[in-house]
Nanobody, 121 residues
Framework: VQLQASGGGLVQAGGSLRLSCASSGFTTDDYAVGWFRQAPGKEREEISCISNSEGSTWYADSVKGRFTISNNNIKKTVFLQMNSLKPEDTAVYYC???????????????WGQGTLVTVSS
């Protein structure tokens, strides 16, 4: 099982970025993918999750209304569209998956490498 995150970069406040999390090696359609981020000096936090089989989504309050998670099941890729970015969104963003369950939450089975998002003021 592998996950590969990409799409990070430098953007001005108010701008947008779209992160991608490409997966491979999954042997089940029952899985969920979450996005996490870790800012310098802060703990890692989960900011969004999508269930592949249920289609349900979850967002942290800090990104609700600005970020949108989606899943292209054919391409086995989960996207995180980030709009109205703020300097406090600056962090390394990671995707992770939990397998053999239909909803978000639970012990994570695979992590992608991080992709850096920097939002300038």
């Amino acid at each position: 099982v592998q996950l590969q995150a990409s799409g990070g970069g430098l953007v001005q406040a108010g701008g947008s970025l779209r992160l991608s999390c490409a997966s491979s090696g999954f042997t089940t359609d029952d899985y969920a993918v979450g996005w996490f981020r870790q800012a310098p000096g802060k703990e890692r936090e989960e900011i969004s999750c999508i269930s592949n089989s249920e289609g349900s989504t979850w967002y942290a309050d800090s990104v609700k209304g600005r970020f949108t998670i989606s899943n292209n099941n054919i391409k086995k890729t989960v996207f995180l569209q980030m709009n109205s970015l703020k300097p406090e969104d600056t962090a390394v963003y990671y995707c992770a998956a939990v397998l053999y369950q239909t909803g978000c939450g639970g012990d994570l089975d695979a992590w992608g490498q991080g992709t850096l998002v920097t939002v300038s003021s």
